[in-house]
């Protein structure tokens, strides 16, 4: 199984969006590929979701978008030991940056990290670690 975790770090007073037209786009170019779209406010059903999907899939791409530099984890922080110490095929990218989580990640010389400046990039990413 393929999947793909797009987690949304929001700051203090950030509202929650409820669309993303990257992740339809991927949906639409990728059909094979599970997505989920979760946040720093999600509820334990979804991190539950998410947990399984890190478990069962086989190459995983969780993009990381951070509105700020120093957001916090929120209710994703559970999710991080499954993320970073994943022996499966698995590729972190981050869209804005985040200074503490991109350190725990480039500490682990396994995971491959990229950074993305834009939709298209991300588009581009996906479908290479894919095929």
Same mark, same amino acid.
Do not use: D, F
């Given at each position: 199984m393929k999947a793909l975790l797009y987690i949304r770090l929001l700051s203090k007073g950030e509202t929650i969006?409820?669309?993303?037209?990257?992740?339809d786009q991927v949906k639409q170019q990728l059909p094979d590929v599970a997505v989920l779209d979760l946040d720093s406010r999600s509820d334990q059903l979804v991190l539950h979701y998410a947990r399984q999907l890190l478990k069962e899939a086989s190459q995983t791409i969780v993009c990381i978008d951070?509105?700020?530099p120093d957001a916090g984890f929120g209710s994703i922080f559970s999710l991080l030991e499954p993320m970073? +110490?994943?022996e499966k095929k698995?590729?972190?990218l981050f869209r804005n940056s985040h200074h503490?989580?991109?350190r725990m990640v480039q500490a682990?010389? +396994?995971?491959?990290?990229?950074?993305?400046?834009d939709d298209v990039e991300l588009l581009q990413v996906?479908?290479?670690f894919y095929s």
């Open positions: 969006a409820y669309s993303n037209p990257v992740l951070s509105t700020t970073l +110490e994943s698995q590729l972190i503490r989580l991109q682990r010389q +396994e995971l491959q990290l990229k950074m993305m400046q996906v479908g290479q």
